[in-house]
């Protein structure tokens, strides 16, 4: 004698599926991946085994690939403008004290490292307030590879004017009219006026700022240009 199992209808799948929890559904769910892949076989099993692997070795080595062209990738000239210029400024004893000509030149030399990452820094000169006393000061901003000198202060302009033609590749930045020095050598020439190559015996590399309401301004755009003539 022969059992019949009466089949479920469709429609009444359906609705015993609708019916059951989110657990029982996983479970079914669960039971059908497994009998699917028992259907499939050792050997199926294994080659989509190899599949998933490839991929996921493809998509990693990918990635790293890709952090690794982003190490390489050159800077942006723009960025790295000036980072290497050092813009050295060379100050009374009083240095940067607030409402002296030295502040305003440190604003404005702090402003063009904003737009121009170049390095500043101040030195104010201790003891011997003299152009022997700056000299001495300023060597040791020399020593230090500065780019840029800037000088505040009548005897650190002289002994700046003074060292001037014997460092041709470092800018000199002096504020005030000008002093003797710069008349014997002729490279006397306002901070504004972008040049700084001379010609002839001329040193060529000093410029000045006059004090004033615009100092601020005609400093940062001084060390500006250095830095851009540099970078």
């Excluded at 059908?32 to 990693?60: H, K, P, R």
């Excluded at 100092?215 to 250095?226: C, K, M, T, W």
Aim: hydrophobic share 40%.
């Amino acid at each position: 004698m022969v059992k019949r199992v009466g089949q479920v209808p469709p429609a009444r799948r359906a609705e015993t599926t609708r019916g059951a929890s989110p657990r029982s559904r996983f479970t079914t769910a669960l039971r059908s991946a497994l009998l699917w892949l028992q259907e499939l076989g050792g050997y199926t099993i294994a080659l989509l085994t190899v599949a998933v692997a490839v991929v996921a070795a493809v998509a990693v080595t990918g990635y790293l690939l890709s952090r690794a062209e982003t190490g390489r990738r050159p800077p942006d000239t723009g960025a790295r403008s000036s980072k290497d210029v050092d813009a050295c400024l060379l100050t009374g004893e009083d240095g940067i004290t607030a409402g002296t000509t030295a502040a305003q030149v440190w604003q404005g030399m702090r402003d063009a490292s904003l737009r121009t990452r170049a390095r500043v820094s101040h030195v104010p000169v201790t003891g011997e307030q003299s152009a022997a006393g700056a000299r001495r000061s300023l060597d040791g901003l020399l020593r230090r590879s500065c780019d840029v000198v800037l000088a505040a202060g009548t005897p650190e302009v002289q002994a700046a004017e003074r060292a001037a033609p014997l460092h041709r590749t470092v800018a000199f930045v002096l504020v005030g009219d000008g002093g003797n020095g710069s008349r014997a050598t002729g490279s006397a020439r306002p901070a504004g006026s972008g040049g700084n190559s001379g010609s002839g015996g001329n040193s060529g590399n000093i410029t000045f700022a006059r004090p004033g309401d615009g100092l601020r301004a005609e400093i940062a755009g001084a060390v500006e240009r250095q830095a851009g003539a540099r970078g």
